[in-house]
Structures are given as C-alpha cells and as structure tokens.
C-alpha cells in the first residue's frame, strides 16, 4: 500500500491518495484536479471519502467526482453540509455552490467497512468537531480528518461542534493501538501512542460520559 499526501491550495488541507496496484481510493477532497491527475499517475481512482462536511475538505468534489465518476463516501450529516454550503453564511462553510445533482454519494456510518479491490477501509464515528466527522482505519494507518492532529484536537467551537462528543472520541482514540499512524486533516502525521499525552491530561479533567452503543467501535 502507498499513500500520497497531496496538498489543497487553501488552507492547505491534506489530501490523501491511497494505492495498491491500479487501485486509488482518495481520502478528502479539496486538492486541483491537475495535482489528483499528477498523482494518479494514470492508475485508476476507484472512490473518494470525506471525513466532515467543512468546506477545505470537499472543495472539488464536484470537479473530481464528475470527472472520474467515481462514488463519494460520507455520512447524511456530511452530506447535508455539503448541500448548506450553496447558501450558507456560516464561516466554516463558505459559499462553494456545489452541485450535488449528477454525484454519485453513498452514506456510511459507524463500523461500515469498504472495500476496493485490495483496499479495506473500516469507518469509525469520531463526532466532536462536527456532529458528521468520521475517521478511516486501514491497515496501521488512521485517516482522522480534524478530529486529532499532532498535539491537538479539533477545535469545538464552530457549529455543531461538541466538547462532550470529543472527550468520547479522544477516550475511544487512546483505547487504539499506540503504533497506528495518524494522517489528519491539516499538519504532520503523528501517532495514537505519541499523542497519548495530550490525550490523557484532556480526559484527566472531565467527567465520565456515557458511550451509547451506536458509536462504539467494537
């Protein structure tokens, strides 16, 4: 398996390109299209998967999803952002006036696992920073979109984020193997043992919250 990181122009967001063989499944999708073809290499990109509906991360979606008719993975609530951004004045969500009407977009939720070809991606609810963010494990690598980052976690602070929801997800996180490589959204890759630390003095000073079954990762 290779993964390209390919950088988005604005804010720059990671992009993440994964492959085996002929097969590349796009995490994320913010990047120009040139930078996708560069990096396909003319291999054969098979899906694209969001982990949250802000605007940096599905920038060109309609442009790379029309382009290589390919499906687009998120969730309703993912997908219902996506469908705000035409008209939404929310500073997160500028407007993108992205046309849904002619992508193929596919719903996923909690302990979904997608397949393509040799590729497996098991999809893990990580609400907090949106009530719609997801992470993608595969193999020893962990796609977290802005839930966890080198050092940090995603901020709360912008609509439908949560400080509770995060506190479970970060818990959920530390319970992870410590070798598991994070790819987040925007910065350095780190790891789920590297940011134990931080993980620990953020549960250190909160209350127990209860995980409802829906969202356990088991």
Known sequence: MEITTIKATVIKTNNYLVSEGKTCVLVDCSMP???LEKALNGNKLSAILLTHGHWDHFLTVEKIGNTYNVPIYCTK???AKIIASKDSTLKV????NINTDNLNFRFIKNNDV????KLSFKVFSSRGHTDCGVCYLIEDRLFTGDTLFRGTYG???LPTGDLAATITTLRRLSK????????PGHGATTSIGAEQSMINSVLAGTKDFVDSE???WC
Not at 93 to 96: D, E, L, P, S, T
Not at 114 to 117: D, E, H, I, R, T
Not at 176 to 183: R, Y
């Open 114 to 117: 997608l397949n393509f070809g």
């Open 214 to 216: 829906e969202d356990c």
């Open 176 to 183: 992870l193997h410590h070798n598991l490589i994070v790819l």
């Open 155 to 157: 901020r709360t602070d």
């Open 93 to 96: 969500a500028r407007k993108v």
């Open 77 to 79: 609530e993912c997908y």
């Open 33 to 35: 299209k040139a930078d």
